[in-house]
Structures are given as C-alpha cells and as structure tokens.
C-alpha cells in the first residue's frame, strides 16, 4: 500500500506539470490542450473522471460536486487553509480564473459512484451513525447531516457537497481535522462547530455508516437551497 502511494505521489509531481503550464508559452504540443488532456494530473489521485479511487482508499470523489463547493475548496489549498501538500503544490501559482475553470469542469462530470465501502460497525455504531446522519442530536446541539448536504446526502446547491461515495477513512480524517482545528472554512466555520461538538466514537459511527451507505441511482441531484441549522461561511443566507 506504501509502495503504491508513494508511484501515485511521484506521479502527482510530474504531471502537474501539465497543470501549471496553462497560459504560458509552450513548444507546439503534441496533445489537444484541453481541460480533460490538464486535468490528466488531477486522475492521478481523483479518477480519470473525478470518480476517486474507491472505497480502500483515501482519494475522494470530486465530479458532480457544486462548482462553488470545488473553487473554494481549490482556492483553499492555494491561500493555505487546506494544508495537504499534493494539492498545496499543484494548486499554488493557479489564479482564480483557472480555478473556477477546473471546478466547472468537475461539477459537470457525472461518472456512475464506486461501490461503497464495506465497513464493520457494531450494531450501536450503526444506529449512532444513522441517528446523527438523519436525525441530528439535539442534546449536544449537532444537527443531522442531512439538514446541510441534503436528504438524500448528495449535497446542496450552490455550494454543499455530497457525502455519498466518499471513503470511510476520508471523512472520519476530515471531521477528525475540523475538531482539532487543523481544517478551516470560511467564517463562520459551521463544521468547526459541529465537529468540536462530536466524540470520537460519533466521528467514526457517521464515517462507517456513510461509507456503507449505497450511491443514489441520480448521480446529479443536489437539493435546492434551504435555510441551514447553523450560519456557514460557504453557504448563502
């Protein structure tokens, strides 16, 4: 597993770049300059459609997501916000412009999801994480999940995402983050506050349950906006 990260990595590198050579004056190529032909460093991870790696590993689905959800997630690895160091790399010389390019272009990718994740939760965990995915827990103020990223957990417009498809080691280590304050969001950072309400044994109950949870057969339906349970800084009033 080591060993394949590690290719992935070294490849990441090198085709960047692909990716950080638009706008500049380059030898006549000899591939289409095209988004899907500079997009080739971003498959190396994401999929070669945005799809993402699958539930065995970390890599998460980024087609179909809200262009506004990607272009700010991209200009958070660019300004520093986000701290993982591939995408810190790739993305930090891009301007905006470009990176509202790449984020139209992955909201209007709709590859069919990966099969889910066949996690082992016991029988609380599965109730916990179902409970706080649909339901919420008012004792401890946490709303449910679906409140935000929608009923049927395929995001919001405009800028919510889908928590369908994305691998179980991935968001507990996003939520994870959000608690310790290694993630940050746009002020006010409503999943800062909702992660530091959250245990670790409720962190991994919603992961398991999510990731076990079967994709929508409408791979592109994001509900429409709605007032949220907590102020969020990338999301409208």
């Known amino acids: 597993m080591r060993s394949r990260a590690a290719l992935r990595i070294a490849l990441t590198f090198v085709a960047c770049i692909a990716l950080t ?3 500049r004056a380059q030898p006549t190529p000899t591939l289409a300059d095209t988004m899907q032909q500079r997009m080739a460093a971003c498959g190396i991870c994401h999929g070669e459609q945005g799809e993402g790696r699958g539930a065995a590993e970390y890599y998460p689905r980024i087609s179909g997501k809200p262009a506004d959800y990607l272009f ?3 200009q958070h690895f660019r300004d520093g916000r986000r701290k993982y160091p591939q995408m810190v790399y790739l993305m930090r010389y891009m301007d905006d412009r470009y990176l509202r390019e790449i984020a139209d272009y992955y ?3 709709q590859p069919a999801h990966l099969a889910p994740a066949k996690p082992s939760p016991d029988a609380r965990e599965r109730q916990r994480g179902e409970v706080l995915v649909t ?8 709303p449910a999940c679906a409140g935000c990223h929608g009923r049927t957990l395929t995001g919001m417009a405009p800028g919510i995402p889908g928590l369908v498809g994305l691998p179980v080691d991935y968001i507990a280590a996003q939520l994870g983050a959000w608690k310790t304050g290694l993630r940050v969001a746009t002020p006010p950072d409503c999943m800062l506050t909702i992660a530091q309400r959250m245990s670790g044994s409720d962190i991994a109950a919603v992961a398991k349950w999510l990731g076990s949870q079967p994709p929508p057969a409408d791979v592109a339906k994001l509900a429409p906006p709605v007032k949220l349970p907590l102020r ?3 999301h409208p009033a």
């Open 21 to 23: 050579t638009h706008g």
């Open 72 to 74: 700010t997630q991209l």
């Open 107 to 109: 909201a209007a990718l």
């Open 135 to 142: 339901r919420g827990d008012t004792s401890k103020s946490i």
């Open 232 to 234: 969020c800084g990338n």
